[in-house]
Structures are given as structure tokens and as C-alpha cells.
């Protein structure tokens, strides 16, 4: 990206946002042709590098990149402290593009006030890595505590939850819409007045209405009808196998919400939703454009059953848009822990419905590990899909443990978009072209939803 276009070209809801120096990868369909007369107002469909965002650029905004700039990561060394005090680190990275070393490096000198959400300019203090210093220490407490045993007489948050014999399941949301139908389902399926057409049988036959309007869905998209049916699957193998829920914690996207909603149908009289903002997925896939994510009062007219009364463990305004990895690991975990201390004593099982991430943020802390690093995070995340649930159950001496969920995963495949007139009726050579395109469009998305964790349009999410 080398030209600015926000002020030039009116805003669309799903452009991706100009960053300076960053790289986007274009089709080679698409950038093979560079006239605007191949493009509708010039826009083409890309991926940010920097972000993992998936949208549309206009082509009056990005110049080809020379191949030799085309960066591919083979391998990581990390950096030692030694590196770190004596700057020499700084200056070695002057030889990559300034967005890949924003990427690439997780622990930059301190951040300026002035660069955090602006409800946490005056609540937050920040360390000079910017990781709230507060959320460290107690981050560094439970790590302690947890490595080197629980003491007799304890109060620890960990200790209390796992001699109640409270249990944990960590659970992904299901199939989402943007990954299979991209962001132009948006403009597709909604009319200037907002009313919404299903225009295949993998999309819902409703969604909630938004007070900010259809282009909100570009951030917080909602799950497909089989994501629905995963979490509806998912919950009825959860009852087979006699398991029940006091306690229900989902993130506040819709996705998490609506899988949530799907497990629970499974049983009779189940716990209302809790939303939790604490459980969102890492904050740096959305710094650019937060959510909107709907309220309680739209989740009721939609028909999602949700505690109202619920005080959240970290509030929206909370969360600091700039925090690292690390700062996303104490988040989720301290959620987690307050949890536990608060409810722990009442024993059973409770669940938490987030993101691919979250399987692992959500429960390192319990068992005493440190939080990954950006790549080791992203790595796992690759390996989650839709659904997966992991359990998290007290073990010997007032311990956590990781375990396999008593019922079997959900493993699916995805198939080829079906048009009868073109398989049957269009001549063989066009036939053969448009079957060429689904296959891409098929491994494009294929890619995307193995690295929802990497993307917004990545990963999981």
C-alpha cells in the first residue's frame, strides 16, 4: 500500500484499512488486469499481511511489489534481553518493510497514550512493553503459585475452583459466514433497506437486526447454517454423554453467542447466556476497525436467551486495543480465574464458548504454563476447528488438567458451490473455466478457515 485513498474514494464497509508500507496479496486473476475497466470503481478482493484481513483495495492505492520483496517466513530466532537493552535489536530491523516489523516483533518500546482506545487513556497504566502492570503481576502471581504447589489453607483462585471439582469446557464457535461466502455476502444478501435475502441454503434464514445497520456484520459476522448445525450436533453429544451446564460464558461476538445458543437447545431448562467481553479473541486482528457488537436488548429481540443481570469480569471498556500476545493470555486467563474464584465453590461444569484461540488462552494460566509466543499461539490456533472443545479438570493436589472432552470431535468437508444450468447446459470450455474458479475459491477458503486464528479472514476467530 503507497497511496492513501480514505480521503479520496467515499468509505466502504468492507475495504480493508489503509496501512502505509503494508502488503496485500490480489489474486493473480485479478491483478493480471490493471485497468479499471476490468474493475467496478477499481476495487479488487486482498489480504492484508500486516493484519490477516481479508477485503477489497482500490487499485489506484497499491503498486506491485518487486519479488524480491515478497517476504516469506521460513524460520524465527528470537531476540535475547541482552539484544533488547543494548538497541542493537532496533537497528537490525531496519532491513525488513516497516509492517512486517510490527508483525514479526511482539515487545516494541513503549507505547505513547495517545495510540491507546480511548477509554483506557485514563483507567489503564501501562508497562513499558504496554501490558497493563496490574494485569501482569497478578498474571506472574497465579503462575507462581501454580508451578511451585498450593499451599495449606490457600485462597487462591485456582486451588478454590479445583477442590469444588468445578469443570471447565473451552469451546470454538462454529462456521462462520465470511469464511465461506466472503464479505460480499453483505452487499449481496441486503437491500438498501436493510432486509436480508438468503441466497444459499448455507445461510441463515434470518439475522438479527443491527442498530448500526448490515455493514456492523463486516467485523461481527454470524455463523452459516451448518455452523449452526455443528453447534447444535455438538450439544446433543454433550447430553449424551450426560454432561450438564450451570454456567454459560460466551464472548460477546455473534458467532460465540450464536454457537452458545445452538448447544444449549439440546437441553431442557439450560442457564442463560452470560456475555463476557473479557473471552473476544486477540485484540490485534481488530485494531484497525472494532466491532460492534450487538446489545443485550437486540440479542433478546433476536431471540437469544441472556442473563441481563450479568457483571462481566472485564467490561468492554477494558480492553486495550494494543495489547501484545502475552496481554491477550492475561486476559483471557484472568476472566477465567475470576470466574472461578466467584463460582467455583458451586461445583459442575461450566462452559465458555469463544474462539480457536481461546481453547488455549483460556486455560494455560489454570494449569501453570506461561503464556506462547505470537507465532507458537498462531501455530495452535491452525489446528482448531470449528467446535473443538478441550476440558479443563481438577486434578491431584488442588491442580488443573487438560483433557479430551468425553464425546467425539466434529470433523466435516466442504464442497464445491452447485449451479445446475452451468454444470449441464454452459458449452464444456466455459464449463471447465468456471469449475477452474470454485477450486480456487474452494482452497481460498479452505486456507482461511486452517488460519482463523491468523486472519480475521483469517482464523480463527
Not at 455473534?254 to 431442557?268: D, H, N, Y
Not at 507458537?376 to 491452525?382: G, N
Amino acid at each position: 500500500m503507497v497511496h492513501p485513498w480514505s480521503t479520496a474514494i467515499s468509505h466502504r464497509d468492507d475495504e480493508i484499512p489503509f496501512i502505509k508500507n503494508d502488503y496485500v496479496y490480489v489474486a493473480p486473476k485479478q491483478n493480471s488486469a490493471t485497468s479499471t475497466n476490468a474493475h467496478p470503481a477499481g476495487w479488487v478482493s486482498a489480504v492484508s499481511w500486516s493484519t490477516g484481513c481479508s477485503g477489497v483495495v482500490p487499485l489506484t492505492g497499491i503498486e506491485r511489489t518487486f519479488s524480491s520483496d515478497a517476504w516469506i517466513l521460513h524460520a524465527c530466532i528470537p531476540y535475547s534481553t541482552l539484544r533488547l537493552q543494548t538497541g542493537s535489536l532496533i537497528s537490525d530491523l531496519n532491513c525488513f518493510p516497516s509492517a512486517q516489523r510490527a508483525r514479526w516483533v511482539e515487545k516494541l518500546p513503549a507505547r505513547e497514550a495517545k495510540h491507546l482506545h480511548p477509554a483506557e487513556v485514563e483507567s489503564r497504566r501501562l508497562d513499558k512493553y504496554g501490558v497493563d502492570q496490574e494485569l501482569r503481576k497478578q498474571s506472574a502471581t497465579v503462575q507462581r503459585k501454580s508451578s511451585t504447589g498450593t499451599k495449606k489453607g490457600s485462597t487462591s483462585s485456582n486451588s478454590a475452583a479445583a477442590a469444588a471439582g468445578a469443570t471447565a469446557f473451552v469451546m470454538r464457535h462454529g462456521e462462520r459466514m465470511d469464511f465461506v461466502f466472503g464479505v460480499d455476502w453483505i452487499h449481496k444478501c441486503f437491500d438498501g433497506e436493510g432486509n436480508f435475502t438468503r441466497l444459499d441454503l448455507n445461510m441463515p434464514k434470518s439475522v438479527p437486526k443491527r442498530r448500526s445497520g448490515p455493514g456492523a456484520y463486516v467485523r461481527d459476522p454470524p455463523l452459516t447454517y451448518m455452523g449452526v448445525f455443528q453447534a447444535q450436533t455438538t450439544g446433543r453429544a454433550m447430553k449424551d454423554h450426560g454432561i450438564t451446564f450451570s454456567r454459560v460464558f460466551t464472548s460477546p461476538a455473534l458467532r460465540s453467542i450464536q454457537t452458545a445458543a445452538g448447544v444449549l437447545e439440546a437441553f431442557k431448562d439450560p442457564p442463560k447466556l452470560c456475555i463476557e467481553p473479557g473471552l473476544y479473541e486477540w485484540l490485534g486482528w481488530v485494531r484497525e476497525a472494532h466491532p460492534d457488537w450487538l446489545s443485550t436488548a437486540e440479542l433478546q429481540a433476536a431471540g437469544v436467551s441472556v442473563d441481563s443481570e450479568y457483571q462481566p469480569c472485564f467490561s468492554a471498556h477494558q480492553l486495550d486495543f494494543n495489547e501484545d500476545v502475552e496481554g491477550f493470555y492475561t486476559r483471557n486467563g484472568l476472566v477465567v480465574r475470576r470466574i472461578m474464584q466467584k463460582h467455583g465453590h458451586e461445583g459442575g461444569n461450566f462452559l465458555f464458548v469463544a474462539h480457536a484461540s481461546s481453547l488455549d488462552t483460556c486455560t494455560r494460566q489454570l494449569i501453570g504454563a506461561t503464556p506462547r509466543s505470537h507465532i507458537d499461539m498462531t501455530r495452535i490456533t491452525q489446528r482448531v476447528p470449528y467446535c473443538a472443545v478441550v476440558t479443563c479438570c481438577p486434578g491431584p493436589e488442588q491442580t488443573w488438567q487438560l483433557k479430551n472432552p468425553p464425546f467425539p470431535a466434529l470433523t466435516h468437508g466442504q464442497n464445491i458451490k452447485f449451479n445446475a444450468i452451468q454444470t449441464f447446459i454452459t458449452p464444456e470450455s466455459t464449463y471447465d473455466r468456471d469449475m477452474q474458479d470454485d477450486l480456487e475459491n474452494l482452497a481460498r477458503h479452505s486456507a482461511r478457515s486452517k488460519s482463523s486464528s491468523l486472519s480475521v479472514a483469517p482464523v480463527k476467530k
